[in-house]
């Protein structure tokens, strides 16, 4: 960072700097002098990369979709061409009307499209930046300090899916007109065609750039037609993004006396953040607010604390919200939590033992809005709304750094310091009393939980990497269970009816239910921060649940218990379930138990005429030397162990594996016939680990 030259102003203060903002770094900045406007931007400097039509065959990839949100993308693509324009310096003022036939018009007050011939394609330079995908002067030429990332580059793809597209531009005392339309010419359109070329109209003594066009009814869908609230909600937000600007929003389908707004923000973000805090009660009169300038990279912030414990934090990168954050935010409180820790223990807040304030205890009750302007901008994140540019951190903790130390350390601002560090001290308080109290209640738990393993009959061995926890669900099949077990290593645990989803439960709720607080006494290993593998009483906890869809819950919410509470239990691979038969086939004395429908038919056509079969319709149903038989005998019964694929791709997607000495064959069966067939309890959870992560 280059010393304290870019800052621009600080603290309290209203801000009366002019609204350009300059980069220092390149040689060929933005221009300062009117005069050298045709050198800086000219016509040829608009590079050339790609046709239109490819916009009409996929517009979702140059818009994201066709619905609502692609439709007023059209809009933010005019829009950000004229905020830039203004961003650099060159205008003040972007009107946006919405007409009663749905078309929009975009104006600003700026230098205008170039009306010159670009000196490859021979043709003007309105002509270019609506008929040439990708050109603008965003790519390849420094006539503008930054862009609006995936935006500002895009008047051509609106002329691509308009009906219609008219363009006017005032420049040096003259007028010009074109227009451009998408017509059908032999059952085909034709994606944004000149249909006007561009004409002098007249002479003027207005400045700047009208832009209308008709979104193509034939590309949108259900509705042409823009929202109000969400173009009235942008405007705004532009408004406080580019400090000054004056932004003039016209609804022509509205009530004459509600059809203008107008969105004027000479405080920018402190006026955001002032915005933003309406209604709360601020610790100090006006939001704290900076701009400075690192590597290159415009960083601004404001905030203000209120009495709530709240953290809202609104973060921007050339004026695209990013609402999964990323290294900007990162950076900001990396910075944030340094500086104030400085500053505690400058003012003796913080005397020498003490350990430092963390940064949640500065962001409670903060208010924040935090705008970057930079280049190369890359987005990451599942909606690409986080800014992944490592320069970005380094940027801001420079810029927060030097400014937000310099506004502390000034006297005047000693209400502002002591407020958030006040704040600070009682969150520093309060987190530290709940981790007391956490702990507490997790050694109450523990001492109640000791006492409750009555339902559990517990196996005679003493060995526990022989034993073996059987899970079974109601008490019928638990008598059958605990008959036809080798008491020796099996124990068994009935469970009475569904347990508690725990998803949907906090950490206290889940210990007071009974059969966790069983299960979890049984297993000997603890849970939760307190989970110990190494006292696990069992090298095997079998879930044994019906085939039915009550039976899958239970086992899903015992899974979803294990992976929250007691995931090493799982990535070890302890947990197991069991595979009771859906079938047994019998002639005589001879029998057949089948684990599917394919599989009974066969053992059916097998055994031939006067073959029976019975079908289970649930443990209870088996009694106690077939529930040994089929499905707790070592030799013969199938388990699945569970285990977490791939934790990378998904927090976890449980798979499941045929384990045991169960047969090939069977294995086959099973992976390719049953678990294939219908949705199981495995993708339910799955599915619901998936939506969580
Ligand atoms: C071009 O080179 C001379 C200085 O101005 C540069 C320019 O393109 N300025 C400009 C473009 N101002 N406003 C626009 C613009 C405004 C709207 C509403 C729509 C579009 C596509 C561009």
């Not at 509205?254 to 000479?266: A, C, W």
């Not at 919200?321 to 990396?334: A, D």
């Not at 280049?375 to 927060?400: C, D, H, I, S, W």
Request: aromatic share 8%; glycine share 10%; charged share 30%.
């Amino acid at each position: 960072m280059r010393g304290p030259a870019g800052v621009i102003t600080i603290g309290n203060d209203k801000i009366v700097e002019p609204m350009r903002i300059r980069h220092r770094d390149r040689g060929s900045g933005c221009a300062e002098k009117d005069g050298m406007m045709e050198q800086e931007y000219s016509v040829s400097s608009i590079k050339v990369m790609e046709g239109l039509d490819a916009v009409r065959m996929r517009p979702g990839m140059y818009i994201g979709s066709t619905g609502p949100q692609g439709l007023h993308h059209l809009l933010w693509e005019i829009v950000d061409n004229a905020v830039d324009e203004a961003a650099n310096g060159f205008a003040n003022e972007i009107s946006v009307t919405i007409h009663r036939d749905d078309s929009v018009t975009v104006t600003d007050n700026g230098r205008g499209i170039p009306v010159g011939t670009h000196e490859k394609l021979g043709v003007s330079g309105v002509e270019v930046v609506f008929t040439q995908l990708h050109a603008g002067g965003k790519f390849g030429n420094d006539s503008y300090g930054y862009s609006g990332g995936l935006h500002g580059v895009g008047a051509s793809v609106v002329n691509a899916l308009s009906e219609w597209v008219k363009v006017e531009v005032c420049t040096q005392g003259r007028r010009y007109e074109m227009s451009f339309a998408s017509p059908e010419e032999d059952g085909h359109i034709v994606s944004g065609k000149v249909a006007e070329p561009l004409t002098e109209t007249g002479r003027t003594r207005k400045q700047g750039t009208t832009v209308t066009f008709l979104p193509d009814k034939r590309v949108f869908h259900p509705t042409v037609s823009m929202e109000h609230k969400t173009v009235a909600k942008r405007l705004r937000e532009l408004a406080y993004l580019n400090r000054g600007v004056r932004f003039v929003f016209t609804d022509e389908r509205k009530k004459p006396e509600e059809r203008t707004v107008e969105y004027r923000y000479d405080g920018g973000l402190s006026d955001f953040v002032s915005y933003l805090n309406n209604g709360q009660t601020p610790l100090y009169d006006a939001p704290v607010h900076f701009v400075g300038e690192s590597n290159g990279i415009v960083v601004e912030l404001a905030f203000q604390h209120n009495d709530s414990y709240t953290e809202t934090l609104f973060s921007f990168v050339n004026n695209i919200s990013t609402t999964e954050g990323g290294m900007h935010e990162t950076g900001f409180k990396s910075a944030y939590t340094k500086v104030m820790n400085e500053c505690a223990r400058r003012i003796g807040v913080l005397k020498d033992k003490d350990p430092n304030f963390e940064g949640a205890d500065y962001s409670e009750g903060r208010t924040a809005v935090l705008s970057l302007k930079m280049r190369n901008v890359e987005f990451e994140g599942q909606t690409k709304t986080k800014l992944g540019n490592l320069e970005a951190k380094t940027a801001v903790e420079a810029v927060v750094s030097e400014c937000l130390t310099q506004f502390m350390e000034d006297l005047k601002n000693g209400p502002v310091a002591q407020a958030v560090l006040e704040k600070a001290v009682k969150a520093a308080k309060v987190r530290e009393q709940l981790k007391k109290e956490k702990k507490k209640a997790r050694e109450k738990n523990k001492l109640d939980i000791a006492p409750l393993v009555g339902k559990l009959s517990s196996c005679t061995g003493r060995d526990a990497s022989k034993n073996e926890l059987f899970i079974v669900e109601g008490d019928s099949a638990g008598g059958s269970a605990k008959k036809g077990r080798d008491r020796k290593f099996q124990a068994i645990l009935p469970l009475r009816g569904k347990p508690l989803n725990v998803e949907k439960q906090r950490e206290d709720k889940v210990l007071q239910n009974e059969e966790f607080r069983t299960l979890i006494s049984a297993l000997g290993t603890g849970f939760g921060e307190d989970f110990d593998l190494s006292g696990l009483k069992y090298d095997k906890v079998v879930i044994l649940s019906d085939a039915d869809q009550d039976g899958y819950h239970i086992r899903a919410i015992l899974l979803t218990f294990f992976y929250r509470y007691m995931k090493p239990l799982i990535t070890e691979g302890h947990v197991y379930i069991g595979l009771p038969p859906l079938y047994m086939v019998s002639k005589g004395e001879k029998k057949t138990y089948c684990y599917d429908d394919a599989e009974m038919t066969k053992a059916l056509r097998a055994y031939g005429k006067g073959a029976k079969v019975q079908r289970y319709k649930g443990l209870g149903e088996m009694d106690a030397e077939q529930l040994w038989e089929t499905t707790m005998d070592p030799h013969n019964r199938m388990l699945q162990r569970v285990s977490i694929e791939n934790p990378g791709e998904v927090e976890s997607r449980v798979t499941v594996l045929m384990g045991d000495k169960a047969q090939p064959r069977r294995e086959y069966i099973f992976r390719n016939a049953n678990f294939n067939k219908e949705k199981t309890a495995f993708d339910e959870f799955a599915d619901k680990q998936e939506k969580k992560a």
